[in-house]
């Protein structure tokens, strides 16, 4: 276990660590949080196949077919949202939960607002890019300052885990990733963070913007009463900031399958030699 405590504007690398974070705000852009029962939290989440669904393309292998595809919720993100909600339990406030994406995204954002969120954002694009998606997330939390961005560390679609980093540039705060436990006093944040061979302690000041992981909290599932709220509780859909983008899909393409496996048991050597001589043709 590493532990450390951070003065304003201290810089440091933690041995196992691949990021170099500074704790304190180089470039503060917002304001500062007011923390006495007015804590605004906004909860960035992505809309992801499930883990069960068969993948195909379309358009020459340029676009992701969604023809009979079930979404969730990205699995990290529900951890950022069960967090938040915990935290406006304990500390009051509220909690936005963001989305970028067109309206087939709804119905994982009104399960969001059935767990407890107060209210919703969509952005109505494409979430083309990480740096596309950063600059949306980066614009509303301009305008309406929030104390704590919180997001999953990563997409399981494209498991990139760059926009929490991204959103923090743009806005001149912190960012820290992968956060395993979370604790809010004041203004300050004791964070708990995994890091190559073990885990390290930090604190940091609000705003910030964090990407996490379990176990952070236990993921929530919605009740009936939820589910009837969330019906009702503010969706607001706007228009991105711009429609270009970075990057442009050339094509997609799915792993190789996989090989087929024959169990040998360990008293048959010679079938094995000769499978691998044969077959396999390694020897």
């Known amino acids: 276990m590493v532990i450390r405590r951070c003065e304003p504007g201290q810089t440091f690398r933690t041995p196992g660590s691949h990021r170099l974070i500074t704790i304190d705000h180089a470039r503060p852009t917002l304001q500062q949080p007011q923390i006495d029962n007015t804590m605004k939290i906004l909860v960035c989440v ?7 669904t068969k993948i195909t393309f379309t358009d020459n292998n340029t676009k992701f ?12 993100d529900d951890y950022a949202l069960a967090r938040a909600i915990e935290l ?6 509220t909690v936005t939960v963001l989305n970028v994406g067109e ?15 107060d209210d919703a954002i969509r952005v109505n694009a494409d979430p083309t890019d990480a740096f596309f998606v950063a600059e949306q997330i980066a614009a509303i939390a301009k ?15 494209y498991n990139g885990g760059q926009v929490h980093g991204i959103v923090g540039e743009l806005l001149g705060m912190p960012s820290i990733s992968p956060v395993m436990q979370l604790d809010i006093n004041g ?8 890091i190559e061979g073990g885990k390290e302690s930090l604190e940091a000041r609000l705003p910030l913007v964090l990407g996490c992981q379990e176990p952070i909290a236990e993921w929530k599932i919605p009740n009936m009463r939820g589910i009837m709220t969330a019906r009702t509780k503010p969706l607001k859909v706007i228009e991105p900031t711009s429609k270009d983008t970075l990057t ?5 393409e799915l792993p190789a399958p996989r090989g087929n496996v024959k169990m040998i048991p360990a008293d048959q050597a010679e079938t094995l030699i000769q499978l691998l001589r044969t077959e396999a043709k390694v020897i």
Request: glycine share 8%.
């Open 103 to 117: 309206a087939d995204t709804e119905p994982v954002i009104r399960k969001c607002l059935a767990i407890g969120a």
């Open 187 to 194: 203004d300050t944040a004791q964070i708990t963070r995994e």
């Open 88 to 93: 406006k339990e304990k500390l009051g406030g």
């Open 46 to 52: 992505t809309s992801v196949p499930d883990t069960t």
């Open 248 to 252: 442009n899909v050339a094509s997609y």
């Open 143 to 157: 305008e309406n300052s929030y104390d704590l961005i919180l997001m999953g560390r990563e997409s399981i679609d």
């Open 65 to 76: 077919n969604k023809a009979g595809v079930q979404f969730i919720t990205g699995p990290y």
